[in-house]
C-alpha cells in the first residue's frame, strides 16, 4: 500500500501553521542529504531532459529534495517582503516561479518566499491576520473578555441562558484564542437541541486552532453524537496524523478506528435495507448493461456493496482500466502517482489502497471512486501550470475518496439508480462523467483538499490556481468538463482564499513549475505521437 518511487523522500509534514515539529524543523539553509542510489530517475533537475522527462543524474544533494517539498516557514514569520507584482506576463511570473523553486530545493527559504511574494498576487481585499497564541487561562484575557468569562460562568451556574449566552458570542468573537470559550459555547448549544450551530461553533475553531487537542476533541465528540461518524473517524485520523509527536496521539488514532468502525457498520446496516427495498420493488430484475460492470443485477450489486467501499471501487476500477485508453508511460505515471501517495498519505484515511491512474485524453477531467481509485486525463497535465496546481486538482478528487462522497451516493435512496452516476455512455468512456455531488460535498472537498495540499508541503493555493486557470480559458470559450461539472466556481474560490488566509497556510511555497513543464512536454509528445513515443 501507498508504494511510491525507489528514491521518493518521505514527507516532512508540518505539526501545525505556525511551528515545524522538533524533528523536522530546518536549522539552517543546508537540506539534508537522501540516500538513494537511484535519484537521477525522478528528482529535479534545473535543467530535465525535455524528451524524456527524466532528470540527469548528477543533480545536486538539494535539488534531489525536490520530491519531498516543505513548508519549513510560516509566511508571516519570514522577513522577506516582496510587492507582488500585477503587471507581470505570464511567461515572466513563470519564470520567477522556477528561480524561487530552485532556491527553495537549495534550502534558501527566505529568499524563495521574496520571489514568491512577488511572482504571486494578493487575493482580492487580502489581509493579513495575525492570530493571537490559544490561551486557557483565563487571568490571560484582557480586562473585558474576563468579564465575559465572569458572567458565562455566573449564567451557568444560575442555569439561566439568557444570560450566558450574550457574554459567550462576544467572547468567541472578540477573544477567539480563549478556548475554554468555545467549549463552553458549543456546550451550551448542544445542550439546547442545536446540534448544527454547537457543531459550528467548534468548526470554526478548529479552523482557527487546528492543533488544540480540547477542540479537537470536542468536535469529534460532537460529530459521534451527531452520528457523524465519518467525519468524526477522519477529524481524529488527521491530527493524529499532523501530530505525530504529541502523547495523546494513540487517543486519537484510537478515536479514528471506532467511529471508522461505526461508520461502516452503520453502512452495512442501510445496506441491507436498501437491498430488502429494492427486492420488494421488483430491482431484483433489473440488469445494469453497457456499463463499466458489464451485465450485473441489483442483487449483485447489492452483495458487492456490503463489501464496503473499497471493493466497490477496486471492481469498477477494474473494469475501467481494460476499457480506457490509459497512459502507460512509466515516467508519467510515476509522477502522477508520487504527487497523489504523497497527499494520500496525510489525507486522513490508511484504510484505502489509494491508486492513481492518467487517462490518454487530453481533455481535463478527473473523477474519484470510492476506495481510493483516482482517475485523472492527460490534458490535466498539460492544463496545470505546476505540479502545486496539479497536486491541487489530485487532493480534490482525493478528499471526494476520503470522504466517501460516492459511497454516501450510491448507498442512500435508491441503490440502482445512484450506481448508474459511476457509468460512462457509449463512445464517451474516457470522459467519464463526474458524480453529481451536492453543494456541500463540493465545499468538503475544496476544503479538505485545499487542508492536504498545504500539509504536504505544495503551496497552499495550488487548487485555488487551477480554478482560476481554468475560469480564465472558459472566458474563451474552451470548456473543460471537470470544472463544468462543478458549480459556483467564483463562490469556490473565494471560500478557499478565505480558508488560506484563515489558517494562514503557506501559498509562499514550493510550486514545482520546471519539473511539471518537462512532463508537459513528454505528455504531448504522448498525445500527438503516441505509437512512436511508447
Do not use: C
Amino acid at each position: 500500500m501507498n508504494d511510491r518511487p525507489p528514491t521518493t523522500v518521505d514527507p516532512q509534514v508540518p505539526t501545525n501553521n505556525d511551528a515545524v515539529a522538533p524533528d523536522l524543523e530546518v536549522e539552517s539553509s543546508e537540506v539534508e542529504q537522501p540516500e538513494s542510489e537511484e535519484a537521477d530517475s525522478v528528482g529535479v533537475e534545473p535543467k530535465p531532459d525535455v524528451e524524456n522527462g527524466e532528470v540527469p543524474a548528477g543533480s545536486t544533494d538539494a535539488e534531489e529534495e525536490a520530491i519531498a517539498p516543505t513548508s519549513p516557514t510560516d509566511p508571516a514569520d519570514s522577513p522577506a517582503e516582496a510587492e507582488p507584482s500585477t503587471t507581470l506576463a505570464d511567461e515572466d511570473r513563470q519564470q520567477l516561479l522556477i528561480e524561487a523553486d530552485r532556491l527553495y530545493l537549495q534550502g534558501q527559504y527566505e529568499q524563495a518566499e521574496f520571489l514568491y511574494r512577488k511572482a504571486k498576487e494578493p487575493f482580492v481585499a487580502e489581509a493579513v491576520q495575525e492570530r493571537p497564541a490559544a490561551i486557557s487561562d483565563p487571568t490571560q484575557l484582557p480586562p473585558a473578555g474576563q468579564v465575559y468569562w465572569r458572567e458565562a460562568e455566573a449564567g451557568r451556574a444560575a442555569e439561566l441562558y439568557t444570560r450566558l449566552m450574550v457574554p459567550l458570542e462576544l467572547l468567541v468573537a472578540e477573544y477567539p484564542q480563549f478556548i475554554p470559550g468555545h467549549l463552553l459555547y458549543a456546550e451550551v448549544l448542544a445542550e439546547q437541541d442545536k446540534p448544527e450551530e454547537s457543531l459550528a461553533v467548534l468548526e470554526r475553531a478548529t479552523t482557527l486552532y487546528p492543533n488544540e487537542p480540547e477542540l479537537i476533541r470536542a468536535r469529534v465528540d460532537s460529530l459521534a453524537a451527531n452520528e457523524h461518524w465519518l467525519e468524526a473517524s477522519i477529524a481524529a485520523r488527521q491530527f493524529a496524523l499532523l501530530n505525530p509527536d504529541r502523547p495523546d496521539r494513540a487517543e486519537f488514532e484510537t478515536l479514528a478506528d471506532q467511529h471508522l468502525e461505526e461508520f461502516q457498520d452503520r453502512t452495512r446496516s442501510r445496506l441491507r435495507g436498501n437491498a430488502i427495498a429494492n427486492f420488494v420493488t421488483g430491482a431484483a430484475s433489473f440488469v445494469l448493461t453497457g456499463n463499466l460492470f458489464g451485465p450485473l443485477s441489483a442483487v449483485e450489486t447489492t452483495i458487492l456493496m456490503l463489501r464496503g467501499e473499497s471493493a466497490v471501487g477496486e471492481s469498477i476500477a477494474n473494469q475501467a482500466t481494460r476499457q480506457l485508453e490509459l497512459v502507460e508511460d512509466e515516467a508519467v505515471v510515476a509522477y502522477v502517482n508520487e504527487l497523489g501517495q504523497r497527499l494520500a498519505e496525510v489525507s486522513g484515511r490508511d484504510d484505502f489502497e489509494y491508486e492513481f491512474y492518467v487517462v490518454e485524453d487530453e481533455t481535463l477531467n478527473a473523477f474519484a471512486l470510492p476506495g481510493g481509485k483516482i482517475f485523472v486525463n492527460a490534458g490535466a497535465i498539460l492544463e496545470a501550470n505546476s505540479e502545486a496546481e496539479l497536486a491541487g486538482l489530485l487532493a480534490h478528487e482525493l478528499s471526494h475518496a476520503v470522504l466517501s462522497h460516492g459511497f454516501q451516493l450510491v448507498t442512500s435512496g435508491n441503490l440502482t439508480a445512484n450506481l448508474l452516476q459511476f457509468i460512462p455512455y457509449g463512445g464517451y468512456a474516457a470522459n467519464l462523467a463526474v458524480l453529481s455531488y451536492s453543494r456541500d460535498m463540493e465545499r468538503q472537498a475544496d476544503a479538505l483538499g485545499t487542508r492536504i495540499l498545504a500539509t504536504s508541503g505544495y503551496a497552499a493555493d495550488g487548487l485555488r490556481n487551477l480554478m482560476i486557470t481554468l475560469e480564465e480559458a472558459e472566458e474563451e470559450s474552451l470548456p473543460f468538463a471537470w470544472l463544468s461539472t462543478h458549480p459556483d466556481t467564483d463562490e469556490r474560490i473565494e471560500n478557499i482564499e478565505t480558508q488560506i488566509e484563515l489558517n494562514g497556510y503557506n501559498r509562499y511555497t514550493y510550486e514545482g513549475v520546471e519539473r511539471h513543464q518537462a512532463m508537459q512536454r513528454r505528455v504531448e509528445q504522448l498525445l500527438l505521437e503516441p505509437d512512436e513515443a511508447k
